[in-house]
């Protein structure tokens, strides 16, 4: 085991037994809701973010995680005589990266090396989960680095939502653009291509976003092998199980996680996101 600690943001949300196995720290993402400020995963949760915005008259905005929270995180890892690697959200989604160079600065000299996944949900979850076990077995802080830059060519995400309202709403849109003001009963098909929410296709029902969702997953991984599948879902279990289980009926897997997303993340894409994240090929 190498002395090489693994530092994530909130918006991976990888299951917490799974956090712990690995000793992967987590730096949380900011909820802004009218004059309270919540962090993403640790005061707020999926379930209790759902139900309020339910009935919620003033919508929640977001802010990446900051500077003193890296700080905090780098600080108590330093001092335990680690390596640090930070894998971050898309800087092209969010600051967060930014916010981690920061506190970096707080630390001349240290070992502390920060990398952009281009992507986020397990899609990034599967870059940190593929660096922490390189550095179970002894990876050095140079080989996490060059392998967590190899391992983001290998994952995609690809994701059906029930609205662009949100996205547009929070300026994460990008190529979906495109599909604003289509019919109310469209549900476009987006992906994250280098770091950037693209459109992909529409349909016009949920189950048949389920199956195009796993069709468009099967032909990013292009018959590569091993594969690596994980869900992600707002407030969407049921679908997701169902996504899930066509994902690997059609696609061999090595390994399979079930998650959602954070209420950051729901925040953008909005209530009843469901998607596939994949690593495969490595």
Same mark, same amino acid.
């Given at each position: $085991?190498?002395?090489?600690?693994?530092?994530?943001?909130?918006?991976? %949300?990888?299951?917490?037994?799974?956090?712990?196995?690995?000793?992967?720290?987590?730096?949380?993402?900011?909820?802004?809701?009218?004059? !309270?400020?919540?962090?993403?995963?640790?005061?707020?949760?999926?379930?209790?973010?759902?139900?309020?915005?339910?009935?919620?008259?003033? $919508?929640?905005?977001?802010?990446?995680?900051?500077?003193?929270?890296?700080?905090?995180?780098?600080? #108590?890892?330093?001092?335990?005589?680690?390596?640090?690697?930070?894998?971050?959200?898309?800087?092209?989604?969010?600051?967060?990266?930014?916010?981690?160079?920061?506190? #970096?600065?707080?630390?001349?000299?240290?070992?502390?090396?920060?990398? +952009?996944?281009?992507?986020?949900?397990?899609?990034? &979850?599967?870059?940190?989960?593929?660096?922490?076990?390189?550095?179970?077995? &002894?990876?050095?802080?140079?080989?996490?680095? #060059?392998?967590?830059?190899?391992?983001? #060519?290998?994952?995609?995400?690809?994701?059906?939502? +029930?609205?662009?309202?949100?996205?547009?709403?929070?300026?994460?849109?990008?190529?979906?653009?495109? %599909?604003?003001?289509?019919?109310?009963?469209?549900?476009?098909?987006?992906?994250?291509? !280098?770091?950037?929410?693209?459109?992909?296709?529409?349909?016009?029902?949920?189950?048949?976003?389920?199956?195009?969702?796993?069709?468009?997953?099967?032909?990013?991984?292009?018959?590569?092998?091993?594969?690596?599948?994980?869900?992600?879902?707002?407030?969407?279990?049921?679908?997701?199980?169902?996504?899930?289980?066509? *994902?690997?009926?059609?696609?061999?897997?090595?390994?399979?996680?079930?998650?959602?997303?954070?209420?950051?993340? &729901?925040?953008?894409?909005?209530? *009843?996101?469901?998607?596939?994240?994949? $690593?495969?090929? $490595?």
């Amino acid at each position: $085991m190498s002395n090489v600690a693994i530092v994530t943001d909130s918006t991976a %949300y990888i299951p917490k037994e799974i956090l712990n196995q690995y000793h992967i720290e987590v730096a949380p993402q900011v909820l802004i809701w009218g004059g !309270e400020t919540f962090e993403d995963g640790v005061d707020i949760l999926p379930n209790e973010f759902y139900s309020r915005l339910k009935t919620a008259k003033v $919508m929640p905005t977001t802010s990446q995680a900051t500077p003193n929270s890296f700080k905090i995180i780098f600080e #108590k890892l330093i001092e335990q005589g680690a390596s640090v690697i930070a894998i971050l959200l898309s800087e092209k989604l969010s600051g967060t990266i930014a916010s981690a160079y920061q506190a #970096k600065e707080q630390f001349p000299g240290a070992p502390i090396e920060i990398v +952009d996944s281009y992507s986020t949900a397990m899609a990034m &979850g599967f870059q940190v989960l593929t660096v922490a076990r390189a550095a179970q077995e &002894g990876a050095s802080l140079a080989e996490c680095k #060059k392998l967590a830059e190899e391992a983001r #060519k290998h994952t995609g995400v690809v994701f059906a939502v +029930d609205t662009l309202e949100f996205l547009h709403r929070g300026g994460r849109i990008g190529g979906a653009a495109r %599909y604003l003001g289509t019919a109310f009963n469209i549900k476009p098909i987006l992906e994250l291509k !280098e770091g950037r929410v693209e459109a992909v296709d529409r349909v016009r029902t949920r189950a048949k976003s389920i199956s195009r969702v796993v069709e468009l997953v099967e032909e990013r991984i292009n018959g590569r092998q091993p594969v690596r599948l994980a869900t992600l879902h707002a407030n969407a279990p049921e679908d997701a199980q169902e996504l899930l289980r066509l *994902g690997r009926e059609k696609i061999e897997t090595i390994e399979h996680i079930f998650s959602e997303v954070s209420p950051v993340i &729901g925040t953008h894409a909005g209530p *009843g996101t469901i998607g596939l994240a994949f $690593m495969a090929g $490595m």
